[in-house]
C-alpha cells in the first residue's frame, strides 16, 4: 500500500511518518502531484497558522489537487481545517470540500485548548472499535462547527467537530498519531478502508 | 471536557536521563527514550524533555534524541533547555517534538517569542517562567532559577501572552525541591491574568497536592520530575485518585 503524507511545509510531519511506521506500514513524504495522485492512501497535515500554510498549498498548486483526490484523504488538524470553506484564522479561504466554516474559540475558555479531551456521537468506519467518550489530544484555537458532515463531536465552551467526513474524505481535529492506542487505532482504522 | 494534565519531565544531559531511577522493567536506567515509553504507557499525558547540558554537540545530540523519542512515543511532548534561536526551533520540530519551551532566551529578547510564534504557530511554543518570592514579590529568575531579576512575574506572563505563547510552563523556586505541594495561590492569579494554559511546577510531593493544584491553583496542567522517578508516586494511582476527586483525567 502506497501511504503519502503531503509534504507542503506545514508542521510536524515526522510525528505522523513514525505513528504510521508503528502500525506496521511505511509513508513516504511527498509534494509530487503525481505521487500523491497514484498514493492509495493521503494524508494532509497541518500546523501553524491558515492563511500562510494555504498560500504555500497555493504556491505549489495542491489547492486544486486535493479536492479531486478519488482515495480516502485524511486531514490532519489544520489540514482538516483547511478542507472547510475558510477560516478566521488569516480569513482564510479553504478548500471547500466540508461545508463548515472555521472560527475561532470565544473568550470564555484558555485558548488554545491545550490536551486531551472526549470524543462522542462517533459515526463512520473511521471510529470502527473506539468507544464513545475516548481520549484524544488536541492543539487549537480554532474549530469547526457542529454540521451534516460531523462524524465526531467534542466540547469546549460549545459542541464542535471533532472529526468530519465527506465521501473519501476524512478530517481530524485531534492528533491521532499523537492520541496514543486510542489515536493509533484510528490511523489504522483509516489505512484499513 | 478538557482534561487536566498530568506531566513527567526528564532532565537530560548529552543525551541521556540524569536523576536517579529505579524502574524495574527499565533496561537501561539512563535511556530517555525507554523511560519516555514507560511513562507513556503508564498513562502520562504528556512529557517535558529538558536539556540541562553544555558541550558543543549538544544540538546535534539532542536532535537525535527528539528523533528517537518521536520514533517511539505516541503522546506530546515538549523539549526545552538551552534553546536561544529560530534555527534551534526549527531543528527540534523537524525532527518530531510537538513543542518547544524557552526560558532566559526569551526574558533576554523576548522578540524571540513573536519570531517563533510567526514561523511555527502559538500552539508548539512553551514559555517557562522560573519565579520566585522577594520580600513578598514574584520576581522572574534566569538559568535555571539561578540569576534574580527585576522583572515582576505577572507582567512578564502578560506579555508572554500578548506575543502568542502558547502556553505558560511556570515552576516557583520557592516549591521546587521542597515536596509540600505547587504555589497555588500565584498559579491561580496568573491563570486569572491571562488566558493561556499554565501548567504548575515545583513542590510535588504527594497526591493531594495535584488536587490542591487543580482546584485551588486552577492549574491546567502539573510537572512533575522525582516523585515518578523514584516511584514515590505512580502515575495510574495518581489519576486514579484524581478521577475519584471529582477532577477530569484521563485514565
Not at chain 1, 38 to 43: F, T, Y
Given at each position: 500500500m502506497e501511504i503519502v503524507i503531503i509534504n507542503y511545509g506545514a508542521g510536524n510531519i515526522q510525528s505522523i511518518k513514525f505513528a504510521i511506521q508503528r502500525l506496521g506500514y511505511e509513508a513516504i513524504l511527498s509534494e509530487t502531484v503525481e505521487e500523491i495522485q497514484n498514493a492509495d492512501k493521503v494524508i494532509f497535515p497541518g500546523v501553524g497558522e491558515a492563511s500562510s500554510a494555504m498560500s504555500k498549498l497555493r504556491l505549489s498548486g495542491l489547492d486544486k489537487i486535493v479536492p479531486q483526490l478519488k482515495q480516502p484523504v485524511l486531514g490532519i488538524c489544520l489540514g482538516m481545517q483547511l478542507m472547510c470553506n475558510s477560516s478566521e484564522e488569516g480569513n482564510t479561504k479553504g478548500l471547500r470540500i466540508f461545508d463548515l466554516d472555521v472560527v475561532k474559540f470565544p473568550k470564555s475558555v484558555k485558548v488554545p485548548q491545550i490536551g486531551w479531551n472526549e470524543i462522542s456521537s462517533l459515526k463512520s468506519d473511521l471510529f470502527t472499535a473506539i468507544p464513545e467518550k475516548s481520549h484524544i489530544y488536541l492543539v487549537h484555537s480554532y474549530y469547526a462547527p457542529l454540521g451534516d458532515e460531523t462524524i465526531a463531536e467534542s466540547e469546549y465552551a460549545l459542541s464542535y467537530s471533532a472529526a468530519l467526513q465527506k465521501d473519501n474524505f476524512y478530517g481530524t481535529q485531534f492528533h491521532p498519531e499523537k492520541s496514543s492506542v486510542i489515536g493509533e487505532r484510528i490511523l489504522q482504522n483509516f489505512l484499513e478502508l | 471536557m478538557l482534561t487536566k494534565r498530568i506531566i513527567p519531565c526528564l532532565d537530560i544531559k548529552n543525551g541521556r536521563t540524569v536523576k536517579g531511577i529505579n524502574f524495574v522493567d527499565l533496561r537501561d536506567a539512563g535511556d530517555p527514550v525507554e523511560l519516555a515509553e514507560i511513562y507513556a504507557r503508564e498513562g502520562a499525558d504528556e512529557l517535558v524533555f529538558l536539556d540541562i547540558s553544555a558541550t558543543e554537540e549538544r544540538r546535534k545530540t539532542l536532535a537525535n534524541l527528539v528523533y528517537h523519542v518521536a520514533e517511539k512515543v505516541n503522546i506530546p511532548f515538549t523539549v526545552g533547555g538551552g534553546i536561544s534561536s529560530v534555527e534551534d526551533v526549527d531543528i527540534l520540530l523537524q525532527n518530531g517534538a510537538d513543542k518547544v519551551s524557552i526560558n532566559s532566551s526569551a526574558v533576554k529578547r523576548p522578540e524571540l517569542i513573536d519570531e517563533l510564534v510567526a514561523k511555527?504557530?502559538?500552539?508548539c511554543i512553551v514559555v517557562a517562567i522560573d519565579a520566585k518570592q522577594i520580600d513578598g514579590i514574584w520576581k522572574v529568575h534566569l538559568v535555571g532559577g539561578k540569576v534574580p531579576t527585576e522583572i515582576d512575574l505577572f507582567e512578564w506572563a502578560k506579555e508572554v501572552e500578548e506575543r502568542g505563547a502558547g502556553e505558560i510552563l511556570f515552576t516557583s523556586m520557592d516549591h521546587?525541591?521542597?515536596?509540600?505541594?505547587?504555589?497555588n495561590e500565584a498559579l491561580a492569579k496568573l491563570s486569572s491574568l491571562i488566558n493561556i494554559p499554565v501548567i504548575a511546577s515545583g513542590g510535588a510531593g504527594a497526591i493531594s497536592h495535584f488536587t490542591d493544584t487543580f482546584t485551588h491553583g486552577k492549574a491546567d496542567a502539573a510537572l512533575a520530575a522525582s516523585i515518578f522517578h523514584f516511584k514515590e508516586i505512580e502515575i495510574k494511582d495518581l489519576k486514579e485518585e484524581l478521577k475519584k476527586e471529582g477532577i477530569p483525567i484521563r485514565l
Amino acid at each position: 500500500m502506497e501511504i503519502v503524507i503531503i509534504n507542503y511545509g506545514a508542521g510536524n510531519i515526522q510525528s505522523i511518518k513514525f505513528a504510521i511506521q508503528r502500525l506496521g506500514y511505511e509513508a513516504i513524504l511527498s509534494e509530487t502531484v503525481e505521487e500523491i495522485q497514484n498514493a492509495d492512501k493521503v494524508i494532509f497535515p497541518g500546523v501553524g497558522e491558515a492563511s500562510s500554510a494555504m498560500s504555500k498549498l497555493r504556491l505549489s498548486g495542491l489547492d486544486k489537487i486535493v479536492p479531486q483526490l478519488k482515495q480516502p484523504v485524511l486531514g490532519i488538524c489544520l489540514g482538516m481545517q483547511l478542507m472547510c470553506n475558510s477560516s478566521e484564522e488569516g480569513n482564510t479561504k479553504g478548500l471547500r470540500i466540508f461545508d463548515l466554516d472555521v472560527v475561532k474559540f470565544p473568550k470564555s475558555v484558555k485558548v488554545p485548548q491545550i490536551g486531551w479531551n472526549e470524543i462522542s456521537s462517533l459515526k463512520s468506519d473511521l471510529f470502527t472499535a473506539i468507544p464513545e467518550k475516548s481520549h484524544i489530544y488536541l492543539v487549537h484555537s480554532y474549530y469547526a462547527p457542529l454540521g451534516d458532515e460531523t462524524i465526531a463531536e467534542s466540547e469546549y465552551a460549545l459542541s464542535y467537530s471533532a472529526a468530519l467526513q465527506k465521501d473519501n474524505f476524512y478530517g481530524t481535529q485531534f492528533h491521532p498519531e499523537k492520541s496514543s492506542v486510542i489515536g493509533e487505532r484510528i490511523l489504522q482504522n483509516f489505512l484499513e478502508l | 471536557m478538557l482534561t487536566k494534565r498530568i506531566i513527567p519531565c526528564l532532565d537530560i544531559k548529552n543525551g541521556r536521563t540524569v536523576k536517579g531511577i529505579n524502574f524495574v522493567d527499565l533496561r537501561d536506567a539512563g535511556d530517555p527514550v525507554e523511560l519516555a515509553e514507560i511513562y507513556a504507557r503508564e498513562g502520562a499525558d504528556e512529557l517535558v524533555f529538558l536539556d540541562i547540558s553544555a558541550t558543543e554537540e549538544r544540538r546535534k545530540t539532542l536532535a537525535n534524541l527528539v528523533y528517537h523519542v518521536a520514533e517511539k512515543v505516541n503522546i506530546p511532548f515538549t523539549v526545552g533547555g538551552g534553546i536561544s534561536s529560530v534555527e534551534d526551533v526549527d531543528i527540534l520540530l523537524q525532527n518530531g517534538a510537538d513543542k518547544v519551551s524557552i526560558n532566559s532566551s526569551a526574558v533576554k529578547r523576548p522578540e524571540l517569542i513573536d519570531e517563533l510564534v510567526a514561523k511555527f504557530g502559538s500552539q508548539c511554543i512553551v514559555v517557562a517562567i522560573d519565579a520566585k518570592q522577594i520580600d513578598g514579590i514574584w520576581k522572574v529568575h534566569l538559568v535555571g532559577g539561578k540569576v534574580p531579576t527585576e522583572i515582576d512575574l505577572f507582567e512578564w506572563a502578560k506579555e508572554v501572552e500578548e506575543r502568542g505563547a502558547g502556553e505558560i510552563l511556570f515552576t516557583s523556586m520557592d516549591h521546587d525541591g521542597t515536596k509540600g505541594g505547587f504555589a497555588n495561590e500565584a498559579l491561580a492569579k496568573l491563570s486569572s491574568l491571562i488566558n493561556i494554559p499554565v501548567i504548575a511546577s515545583g513542590g510535588a510531593g504527594a497526591i493531594s497536592h495535584f488536587t490542591d493544584t487543580f482546584t485551588h491553583g486552577k492549574a491546567d496542567a502539573a510537572l512533575a520530575a522525582s516523585i515518578f522517578h523514584f516511584k514515590e508516586i505512580e502515575i495510574k494511582d495518581l489519576k486514579e485518585e484524581l478521577k475519584k476527586e471529582g477532577i477530569p483525567i484521563r485514565l
